[in-house]
């Protein structure tokens, strides 16, 4: 049965199943049955090679299971004030190691006195999904910029803008609307993801009353955007 057309609650016990653990138990066994102790060598080769599968299996049906979560209104958000610059420093020490391999020039812009109403956890997801988007498109020795202000007031009320720019290829025209799609795959990234961050950010977003968007399409270096309330009263209604 496609994951699609399963009854609802199915991907809830997927992700809170222990799966990973599971699989890799299955992976040690098959690796000595098949190479028993002639080759130790061998055996942790298949056992890495096949545990990078699992790993990356496992991202696809945590990231379907938050999803669905989110989109049926069972996740739970627990909105507190909170001060906008550690929640933009931590995701940036989540990816240290990366953007240490990449050697990319890191800016960070933030305006003093910055609070925004939001579940830390689940916004610190989507600070880490739009800061490692815009690395991985960033060529070695690119530049990563994070710039945050208060937003114009319009219809969400009190807010403030997060936005994330790189100085990658950008996003072409015929993507710009299809980035926060579910599997979207947009040429010039790393092979091997799910395509399931940017819209896994996007829907945390949304349920906070804030919004993603792409703020420059067809252009060199993307620069996507994160608007989020400041206060209780921010959500649109």
Do not use: W
Not at 100 to 125: C, N, S
Not at 209 to 226: F, H, I, Q
């Amino acid at each position: 049965v496609a994951v699609r057309d399963a009854p609802p609650g199915t991907l809830r016990v997927l992700g809170e199943d222990d799966g990973t653990e599971v699989a890799r138990g299955t992976v040690d066994r098959l690796g000595s049955l098949v190479f028993g102790d002639v080759d130790q060598g061998a055996t942790f080769t298949v056992r890495g090679k096949i545990g990078k599968e699992v790993d990356a299996l496992q991202r696809i049906i945590d990231g379907m299971h938050d999803l669905a979560m989110i989109e049926s209104g069972r996740a739970i958000m627990r909105l507190i004030e909170s001060p906008l610059a550690p929640l933009i420093h931590e995701a940036l020490d989540h990816l240290d190691e990366e953007i240490e391999r990449r050697k990319l020039e890191v800016t960070v812009d933030i305006a003093p006195k910055l609070y925004v109403l939001v579940d830390p956890g689940q916004i610190g997801r989507v600070f880490t999904n739009l800061i490692h988007n815009a690395v991985k498109f960033t060529p070695k020795g690119g530049r990563v910029n994070v710039h945050a202000e208060p937003a114009p007031a319009e219809r969400y009320g009190e807010a403030v803008r997060v936005a994330i720019c790189d100085s990658g290829p950008g996003i072409p025209d015929e993507f710009a609307q299809k980035i926060f799609d579910r599997f979207a795959q947009v040429p010039g990234g790393e092979t091997g993801t799910a395509g399931l961050g940017l819209p896994l950010a996007a829907q945390i977003a949304a349920v906070h009353g804030g919004e993603l968007k792409l703020a420059n399409p067809g252009k060199p270096g993307a620069r996507v955007e994160c608007r989020l309330p400041a206060r209780g009263d921010a959500a649109p209604g």
